[in-house]
């Protein structure tokens, strides 16, 4: 997991299940009102709309800007930690399309967050500290498995799969571009398995 998303407690005691529910609930809906909203985005609504009292949220996250920073590595963790979930429960190229949309909820969800999470880095914290690594760590093994498998082309590296993705991302990333983004999507899939007999 990234930093910030660990089911561990300050003390360093793992967190009770009711705890690391509400704190999964905070993070969800933060994500969504922050994109709504942006700065002016109110906590106490991120508190109803999650279930929790006040006392809670400010307990998990005591400043505005801490609250943002552990949405957005939230969200990372959640599409990086998908990588072997998805492998797991399907063939590799189905797996690595799945993880494709992800990437593009994720991106969406950084667009929408966008002008809150600059005021996190002008406090001096970057967020997108590990971003990319943890990404292409994640793009790697989808793509190795898929590769292994034969079912796409072996010659397109995790950087090169990254860039197209974060186009597809700049283009289509606003929610109701999503048909777009999907169709984008696979027509970049089609490209991997050009050359690649079935």
Known sequence: ??????????????????????????????????????????????????????????????TREA??????????????????????????????????????????????MAEALRAVVDSGVNPYAHSRELMMTALTSLLDAATAAGTIRSDISAADMFAALTGVALASGKPEQREQAERLLDLTLDGLRYGVTD
């Open 67 to 112: 609250l943002i920073e552990a949405a957005y590595r939230n969200e990372l963790s959640r599409l990086c930690d998908a990588a072997p979930d998805l492998l797991a429960a399907m063939p590799p190229r189905e797996a690595l399309r799945a993880w494709m949309g992800r990437f593009i909820d994720y991106a969406t969800a950084k667009l929408g």
């Open 1 to 62: 997991m990234t930093a910030g998303t660990s089911g561990a407690s300050d003390a360093g005691r793992p967190m009770r299940a009711d705890a690391r529910r509400n704190r999964e609930k905070i993070l969800s809906v933060a994500v969504r009102v922050f994109a709504e909203e942006g700065l002016d985005a109110h906590l106490e609504r991120i508190a109803k709309e999650a279930g929790v009292g006040s006392g809670t949220l400010y307990r998990n996250f005591p």
